[in-house]
């Protein structure tokens, strides 16, 4: 009769289950999607950050203004309107275009002049005497350079100023939705108040009131440009390219 310690040899060893290659394949590139992930947003952490407040904020703008203008309508005798129906209605482009429209005018013209003009000690100028850097010039194009560097004549032309001319487009884009969506709730309130006809895009271009809605919202953004500008020569903020480092005089100018 098998002792206690034959048995315990005869018994065959259990084998640990093994993974299958397709299940190991799997199992790898679920790691290397998740590293992927984290590697993508790390390189795109800043971007990913803007658009992610935009789009909380413009939904946000969007609830809050439909409820404003159910308000308004309600006060007028009107029937409500929908959550849908609002992001249609000249309403709400108005409000959304007048503020990309001041946005972009700002962007694109602090590109544009803070090609040709200086701040001297400003961290958001560059250097006093300089005109082009190195870098820009087509002759020092490698086999890496963008495409219209490498080819030269028009396209080169468009892209030495493609930054600029991007963002006022942008901009005449957000001007246009601003008349269009202006127009739009200009006369629907028209019609609550008196009844009046509705007007053209080209007769509200003409009014008082779309002037004053664009030019409340243009000052302030170069006011904060200006601000920015002139705070930049003798503040710093650690670790921001928006700033010059903490340890320079505030005569140095460019960060």
Known sequence: MPTRLAWADATPARRLPTRRRGQRTEIGSRAEGGAGMRRWLRDNGLAVA???????????????????????????????????????????????????????????????????????????????????????????????SPWPVRVGGLPLVVYRNSLSLALLLIFAGSFVGHLLGGTAAYNAEQALESGAPPISAWQFLGTSDFWFQSMQNWQSEFLAVGTLIVLSIVLRQHASPESKPVTVPHAQTGS
Request: net charge negative.
């Open 50 to 144: 803007m658009f992610a407040a935009f789009a909380v904020f413009l939904l946000l703008q969007s609830v809050f203004g439909w409820q404003t203008h159910n308000e308004e309508l309600t006060e007028f005798g009107a029937d409500p309107i929908g959550w849908p129906a609002y992001l249609a209605s000249g309403h709400f482009a108005e409000a959304v275009f007048e503020n990309w429209e001041s946005e972009f005018l700002q962007m694109g013209g602090y590109v544009l002049l803070t090609a040709y003009l200086v701040q001297r000690g400003s961290a958001e100028s560059k250097p006093e005497g300089q005109t082009d850097r190195p870098e820009d010039d087509e002759r020092r194009a490698t086999p890496e």
